[in-house]
């Protein structure tokens, strides 16, 4: 086992210490511990999909933040046929959250997100990509229009 040094918000490290405390930890590096490995397995649970998917995008930031809007506006506009729909929250005077409905290919649907997660501004953002199969022909349903 090795020691390491991380820098932490101070308000993430509340939020670390409440769930430590909540959860019945001994210290902080346990929960750390076990709050990475968690991540690192959604990580590659989420990296693994590829083929055709559907997915939502969710990601809170701050709309005063310099260029933030209009360097999403041109991200979005420069993926135009990954997304679908997108909803717009005000949730205070510094924040918004945006929840966007993506569908295309797995890997392109995660590189995306990732690009609009990653932005500076962005204060949290989450994507969860579901498969929607293996390039299926579409079946003709009964009310006798097809679903592409």
Same mark, same amino acid.
């Given at each position: ?12 490290? =509340?939020?670390?210490?409440? %769930? ?20 690192? *397995? *959604? ?5 693994? *999909?590829? &083929? ?10 701050? @709309? ?5 809007? +209009? ?7 420069? @993926? ?16 918004? #959250? !945006?929840?966007? %409905?993506?569908?295309?290919? =797995? =890997? !392109? ?9 990653? !932005?500076?501004?962005?204060?949290? &953002? ?7 199969? !293996? &390039? +299926?022909?579409?079946? #003709?349903? +009964?009310? &006798?229009?097809?679903?592409?």
């Amino acid at each position: 086992m090795q020691r390491i040094t991380i820098t932490i918000e101070d308000d993430l490290l =509340a939020e670390i210490d409440a %769930a430590a405390e909540a959860r019945g930890y001994q210290n902080r590096s346990e929960v750390i511990r076990d709050l990475a490995r968690a991540g690192l *397995q *959604q990580s590659s649970e989420d990296t693994a *999909q590829s &083929g055709p998917c559907v997915a939502g995008l969710v990601y809170v930031y701050d @709309h005063a933040a310099r260029d933030l809007s +209009k360097r999403l506006v041109q991200e979005f506009h420069g @993926h135009h046929d990954l997304a679908l729909a997108t909803l717009h929250v005000h949730l205070d005077d510094d924040n918004c #959250m !945006e929840m966007t %409905a993506l569908r295309g290919d =797995a =890997a !392109e649907v995660r590189h995306f997100a990732d690009h609009i997660i990653a !932005e500076r501004g962005v204060r949290y &953002g989450r994507v969860v990509m579901i498969p929607t199969g !293996e &390039g +299926k022909p579409s079946k #003709m349903r +009964k009310h &006798g229009h097809r679903h592409d």
